[in-house]
């Protein structure tokens, strides 16, 4: 469980070969990609949590890949957000899951849980730093494969991410 006043959202890096899977939303400003994930309900736990997620989002079920998702790294984010009063605050507890092939062309097209119907997109692994990503760990999935590469992300906060 996340500590206690402090949203956490868990998501996924999820790898098949050298690509990532992500959501895109076409903004007016630019495409946005996300890992797939969302936030933690009180009292769930993450494993849990993610679990939930990736099924809701992507029709996926980590309960029958031959390797559980592995948490890699954490991204405190700290900033104001457009429409909203005040700071917004989360905590990103962003795991790595590779996916075997046949699992892959299971997954959904569109976001099964959003309204807007956002792409599930395959991305280079290589090309990832030069996207709009949310959480803002394009750089550290350069590194996805590296051991020992660090666990803490930079923290995400006005200087270093605009909205879309």
């Known amino acids: 469980m996340t500590p206690p006043g402090i949203p956490a959202r868990v998501c996924a890096v999820i790898l098949n070969n050298d690509e990532v899977c992500l959501i895109r939303r076409h903004r007016p400003d630019g495409d946005q990609h996300s ?10 736990h993450i494993a849990d949590a ?8 992507l029709d996926l079920d980590v309960t029958a890949l031959p390797e559980p998702p592995r948490l890699r790294w954490v991204q405190d984010q700290h900033t104001t957000r457009p429409g ?3 700071t917004f605050r989360r905590l990103h507890l ?9 699992a892959r062309r299971a997954l959904a097209a569109t976001e099964r ?4 119907e956002a792409s599930v997109v395959w991305v280079d692994l290589d090309k990832t730093a ?10 550290a999935l350069l590194k ?7 666990v803490l992300l930079p923290p995400i906060t006005d200087e270093t991410y605009t909205w879309r």
């Open 50 to 57: 993610l679990a939930r997620e990736l099924r809701e989002e």
């Open 84 to 86: 909203t009063p005040g």
């Open 144 to 150: 996805v494969r590296v051991p020992g590469a660090g």
């Open 94 to 102: 962003i795991h790595v899951l590779d996916l075997p092939d046949a």
């Open 35 to 44: 890992l797939p994930g969302g936030i933690v309900n009180a009292d769930e």
């Open 113 to 116: 849980d959003a309204e807007d």
């Open 130 to 139: 030069g996207l709009h990503l949310y959480p803002a760990a394009g750089d």
